[in-house]
């Protein structure tokens, strides 16, 4: 079965520092891939998404994830966050014929 | 007009009692989705319906039931309550053909007490 993990469980940040958060995946097919914000109170948005071409995917509010098959990795950037970054994100896989499968989330916290 | 609309956004309920949770999406998407989100924010998917046929079942407990009126509609029907079902419950949808990500609804907060 496949499965998704996430590098780190909580991430705490000052404004306008770099942001990575890491993915990882179990699946050696072709996947689709996606990361999901959550802010406080509120439902799965979808930031981005990659199932083929460019590798470097671009998501909304300046979001970017780089999608790396040998190291099964999809892992999410922004240069510069902001307080309202302040959210829970997911990252997913989802190949042809399965359902979504959901990582456990990174929390980040960003200081003013 | 809400894409992936649930009812209610928030229950509270007693031990042992049996409720329901509506969803509906007017997307004319042919696939839904029930996820259940933990306290620690942990996704797990419970059902997902395609054209109305349960296609996979994750080993939830049988009090919960999904119920599909209509290709719009997965509503998600559960039996003698108890606490550990307490939690988040998200609906979402998506179209198999032609769309890859899935969108969500607004979540319901079940409470057990």
């Known amino acids: 079965a496949q499965s998704v993990s996430q590098h780190n469980h909580h991430v705490i940040l000052s404004e306008a520092a770099s942001l990575e958060l890491g993915c990882n995946y179990s699946y050696g097919g072709t996947v689709n891939l996606f990361w999901y914000v959550q802010y406080p109170g509120q439902h799965l948005q979808l930031l981005l998404k990659y199932f083929s071409g460019d590798p470097l995917v671009k998501g909304i509010k300046g979001f970017e994830a780089e999608f790396i098959k040998s190291k099964f990795s999809f892992n999410l950037r922004k240069p510069s966050v902001q307080w309202s970054d302040t959210a829970e994100y997911f990252c997913?896989?989802?190949?042809?014929?399965?359902?979504?499968?959901f990582g456990p989330g990174t929390r980040l916290s960003v200081l003013p | 007009d809400t894409a992936v609309s649930q009812t209610p956004k928030y229950l509270v309920t007693q031990m042992g009692n049996d409720k329901s949770i509506k969803c509906e999406q007017n997307l004319g998407h042919d696939t839904m989705y029930w996820y259940k989100q933990d306290s620690k924010k942990f996704l797990k998917i419970m059902f997902s319906?395609?054209?109305?046929?349960?296609?996979i079942n994750e080993t939830v407990p049988n009090r919960f039931s999904p119920k599909s009126p209509d290709k719009a509609h997965l509503n998600l029907h559960i039996n003698s309550l108890e606490l550990g079902d307490s939690a988040v419950y998200f609906c979402?949808?998506?179209?198999?053909?032609?769309?890859?990500?899935?969108?969500f609804g607004q979540g319901t907060r079940l409470t057990v007490v």
């Open positions: 997913a896989v989802h190949n042809y014929g399965q359902n979504f499968v």
């Open positions: 319906y395609n054209n109305k046929e349960l296609i």
């Open positions: 979402a949808s998506r179209e198999t053909a032609t769309s890859i990500e899935a969108f």
